[in-house]
């Protein structure tokens, strides 16, 4: 049975006595204070409304609710309601919880307290809960405290934060400044690495005269002059800004305006009398501690920036030296070209014996080698033709290729035999300078005898033409090449050569192409002299010799020298022009001009003697010839 206790209200006097025995209840069962004032508020409010209506009497009725299973908090239940009703007919009810339900029980079967003891237990209740309040408006104003330390925490945080975020922008600034300028230094620095490739590219002042407007000019510069002390140009006799004639004097950059420049390394200079409205920036060009010339350049704006001033001023010190270089580049190259020119032989008139000479030099470098040829008479009637190559280039190749020559010359004298003189230049080389080698190639014509006695030291074949149009290769057993550490007796060598036969002595940059060996140039070569015609050979030998190089090197860039000298034998004497000029260029065949063709005496083409070129034009087969005196 459900513990209960109930209470007839029908007075302020009932109703105190109700509320005075709820709150004893309510305290046995353990409710806190808190709970428990705010249930005695709201029932005391709910009694004065019931007091204020017109029923007779009201039922307060107070009921304990068993604890339920597994240990959890009990509760009881207040319900008003009018006299005479059922409990489900209440005005007012709520079920509180409670900590001890039992002991409530307990405190319902005792008898009500008189209400002067109700008041003053409720006076009790007063000042536990005034306590009460007292604790919590303590831990407010703990915590107000606290609050207010968090809050001056925060704003000192957010004036941190603030702080940090206005570092951070001005880091980001710095940060975008810093790379604009990184930025504009890789500029600058990429415009002055492919501008000093391109003045370096040329050995010719003139071109690197004519490329330095071009490369400064619209963006680092309106205009660009160049002003070159000992150059005998058009403009040389021009009036020259004053700020130019001081660069030009005293080597240093000058700034002529009518406001100073604040350009680091420059002397700022009144405004030029020539251009007095424009800024002027006069950059002397120099080299080796000597000044070449004057850079004169007006500002792109209004001024000069100072960045791109260091880069002006640094551009045109690697101007003055390509310039100079160039300069030295030209007069090494007259010079050599004056030695090439004294050391080149003018082919002699022999009986019976035509002779036709080429030399073209690589087109890099001094235009200058050690490939040379020669052709002489010796003491017994017969004529020596040779062809060397010293190996090297520039002026000391060409000195040594001049005393081998005057060596054979000296030693033809005694008569010895193409391999005898090969053997004796051989040890001359060796002796007169060990680290340098050489190759060569030696034929003798005798007059009124069908055949040629030749000799090789390390050299490409010589190759023949016959005058039926076949082509032979004489790869009999050369020497090795001169100057070598190795003892050597080169050998002899004869072939029948009848008359319209063409001998072909070359070197190798005629027919050795990069990544293809010199099998195929030979190749080449003879297919190119079967396409020749015995009577072309016979009327023009030197125009002969001019359409050989033409289909040789047409297809390459000549990074070798280049010597070709034909010996054509005839029935009678003809007068051969004097060695032309040896930087003629070849005529050049034109681009769709069909390849080599059969003259009206060549023979027909058979399976035995004919054959593809390198570049699918009929050619006789290359017979080797590896027959020995």
Same mark, same amino acid.
């Given at each position: 049975?459900?513990?209960?206790?109930?209470? $007839?209200?029908?007075?302020?006097?009932?109703?105190?006595?109700?509320?005075?025995?709820?709150?004893?209840?309510?305290?046995? @069962?353990?409710?806190?204070?808190?709970?428990?004032?705010?249930?005695?508020?709201?029932?005391?409010?709910?009694?004065?409304?019931?007091?204020?209506?017109?029923?007779? @009497?009201?039922?307060?009725?107070?009921?304990?609710?068993?604890?339920?299973?597994?240990?959890?908090? =009990?509760?009881?239940?207040?319900?008003?309601?009018?006299?005479?009703?059922?409990?489900?007919?209440?005005?007012?009810?709520?079920?509180?919880?409670?900590?001890?339900?039992?002991?409530?029980?307990?405190?319902?079967?005792?008898?009500?307290?008189? &209400?002067?003891?109700?008041?003053?237990?409720?006076?009790?209740?007063?000042?536990?809960?005034?306590?009460?309040?007292?604790?919590?408006?303590?831990?407010?104003?703990?915590?107000?405290?606290?609050? /207010?330390?968090?809050?001056?925490?925060?704003?000192?945080?957010?004036?941190?934060?603030?702080?940090?975020?206005?570092?951070?922008?001005?880091?980001?600034?710095?940060?975008?400044?810093?790379?604009?300028?990184?930025?504009?230094?890789?500029?600058?620095?990429?415009?002055?690495?492919?501008?000093?490739?391109?003045?370096?590219?040329?050995?010719? /002042?003139?071109?690197?005269?004519?490329?330095?407007?071009?490369?400064?000019?619209?963006?680092?510069?309106?205009?660009?002059?160049?002003?070159?002390?000992?150059?005998?140009?058009?403009? $040389?006799?021009?009036?020259?800004?004053?700020?130019?004639?001081?660069?030009?004097?005293?080597?240093?950059?000058?700034?002529?305006?009518?406001?100073?420049?604040?350009?680091?390394?420059?002397?700022?200079?009144?405004?030029?009398?020539?251009?007095?409205?424009?800024?002027?920036?006069?950059?002397?060009?120099?080299?080796?501690?000597?000044?070449?010339?004057?850079?004169?350049?007006?500002?792109?704006?209004?001024?000069?920036?100072?960045?791109?001033?260091?880069?002006?001023?640094?551009?045109?010190?690697?101007?003055?030296?390509?310039?100079?270089?160039?300069?030295?580049?030209? /007069?090494?190259?007259?010079?050599?070209?004056?030695?090439?020119?004294?050391?080149?032989?003018?082919?002699?008139?022999?009986?019976?014996?035509?002779?036709?000479?080429?030399?073209?030099?690589?087109?890099? =470098?001094?235009?200058?080698?050690?490939?040379?040829?020669?052709?002489?008479?010796?003491?017994?009637?017969?004529?020596?033709?040779?062809?060397?190559?010293?190996?090297?280039?520039?002026?000391?190749?060409?000195?040594?290729?001049?005393?081998?020559?005057?060596?054979?010359?000296?030693?033809?004298?005694?008569?010895?035999?193409?391999?005898?003189?090969?053997?004796?230049?051989?040890?001359?080389?060796? /002796?007169?300078?060990?680290?340098?080698?050489?190759?060569?190639?030696?034929?003798?014509?005798?007059?009124?005898?069908? $055949?040629?006695?030749?000799?090789?030291?390390?050299?490409?074949?010589?190759?023949?033409?016959?005058?039926?149009?076949?082509?032979?290769? &004489?790869?009999?057993?050369?020497?090795?090449?001169?100057?070598?550490?190795?003892?050597?007796?080169?050998?002899?060598?004869?072939?029948?050569?009848?008359?319209?036969? $063409?001998?072909?002595?070359?070197?190798?940059?005629?027919?050795?192409?990069?990544?293809?060996?010199?099998?195929?140039?030979?190749?080449?070569?003879?297919?190119?002299?079967?396409?020749?015609?015995?009577?072309?050979?016979?009327?023009?030998l030197d125009g002969a010799a001019e359409a050989v190089l033409g289909r040789m090197l047409h297809d390459c860039d000549r990074e070798d020298d280049v010597c070709l000298l034909l010996c054509h034998t005839g029935s009678e004497p003809v007068v051969t022009p004097a060695a032309p000029d040896p930087h003629r260029r070849p005529r050049q065949p034109a681009a769709n001009a069909p390849g080599p063709q059969r003259s009206a005496t060549s023979p027909p083409p058979t399976s035995e003697t004919a054959g593809e070129d390198a570049n699918g034009a009929w050619a006789p087969p290359l017979v080797a010839d590896d027959a020995q005196d």
């Amino acid at each position: 049975m459900t513990p209960t206790r109930a209470w $007839t209200v029908a007075s302020a006097c009932d109703a105190a006595l109700a509320r005075s025995a709820v709150a004893r209840l309510a305290a046995a @069962a353990g409710m806190p204070t808190v709970e428990r004032a705010r249930l005695l508020a709201g029932l005391s409010a709910r009694l004065r409304r019931c007091l204020e209506q017109p029923a007779a @009497a009201w039922q307060l009725v107070f009921e304990v609710i068993c604890a339920p299973p597994h240990g959890e908090t =009990g509760r009881f239940r207040l319900s008003l309601r009018p006299t005479g009703q059922n409990r489900s007919d209440a005005s007012w009810q709520t079920v509180v919880e409670c900590p001890d339900p039992e002991a409530a029980a307990r405190e319902a079967t005792q008898p009500d307290v008189p &209400l002067a003891e109700a008041l003053l237990l409720a006076d009790d209740d007063t000042a536990a809960l005034l306590d009460h309040l007292d604790e919590q408006e303590r831990l407010v104003s703990v915590h107000r405290e606290e609050l /207010h330390q968090t809050n001056q925490g925060v704003l000192a945080l957010h004036a941190e934060l603030d702080a940090a975020d206005r570092t951070q922008r001005e880091l980001l600034a710095a940060e975008k400044a810093a790379r604009a300028e990184a930025e504009g230094a890789r500029h600058r620095l990429t415009f002055l690495a492919d501008a000093s490739a391109a003045l370096t590219a040329s050995l010719s /002042h003139r071109e690197i005269l004519r490329r330095l407007p071009e490369l400064l000019v619209p963006q680092h510069a309106r205009t660009a002059e160049v002003w070159l002390f000992d150059d005998d140009g058009p403009d $040389t006799r021009a009036p020259h800004p004053a700020a130019a004639v001081v660069a030009a004097r005293t080597g240093r950059p000058q700034y002529a305006a009518d406001h100073p420049g604040h350009l680091p390394g420059v002397e700022n200079l009144p405004p030029s009398a020539l251009a007095p409205n424009v800024p002027l920036l006069c950059l002397p060009l120099t080299a080796r501690r000597s000044t070449l010339g004057v850079l004169t350049l007006t500002a792109p704006g209004d001024r000069f920036d100072r960045d791109n001033t260091v880069m002006l001023i640094e551009l045109a010190r690697r101007a003055g030296i390509a310039i100079d270089h160039a300069l030295r580049y030209e /007069h090494n190259r007259d010079i050599a070209e004056t030695l090439q020119r004294t050391l080149l032989t003018e082919l002699p008139v022999t009986a019976g014996l035509q002779l036709a000479a080429r030399y073209l030099p690589a087109t890099h =470098g001094l235009n200058i080698g050690g490939d040379w040829y020669d052709a002489f008479a010796q003491p017994d009637g017969s004529l020596i033709a040779v062809i060397g190559d010293v190996t090297g280039h520039g002026l000391h190749a060409a000195v040594m290729m001049g005393q081998l020559r005057n060596a054979l010359r000296a030693y033809a004298v005694d008569g010895d035999s193409p391999g005898r003189l090969l053997t004796r230049l051989h040890h001359f080389l060796h /002796h007169l300078e060990p680290d340098l080698c050489a190759t060569a190639a030696i034929a003798r014509f005798r007059p009124g005898d069908p $055949t040629v006695t030749w000799a090789a030291a390390g050299h490409p074949p010589p190759v023949v033409r016959t005058c039926e149009g076949r082509v032979r290769v &004489l790869d009999a057993k050369p020497g090795a090449m001169l100057g070598i550490p190795l003892g050597q007796g080169i050998k002899d060598h004869t072939v029948e050569l009848p008359p319209g036969s $063409t001998l072909a002595l070359y070197t190798d940059g005629l027919v050795e192409r990069r990544r293809q060996g010199i099998d195929p140039g030979i190749a080449r070569l003879g297919a190119v002299l079967a396409g020749l015609g015995s009577a072309e050979l016979a009327r023009d030998l030197d125009g002969a010799a001019e359409a050989v190089l033409g289909r040789m090197l047409h297809d390459c860039d000549r990074e070798d020298d280049v010597c070709l000298l034909l010996c054509h034998t005839g029935s009678e004497p003809v007068v051969t022009p004097a060695a032309p000029d040896p930087h003629r260029r070849p005529r050049q065949p034109a681009a769709n001009a069909p390849g080599p063709q059969r003259s009206a005496t060549s023979p027909p083409p058979t399976s035995e003697t004919a054959g593809e070129d390198a570049n699918g034009a009929w050619a006789p087969p290359l017979v080797a010839d590896d027959a020995q005196d």
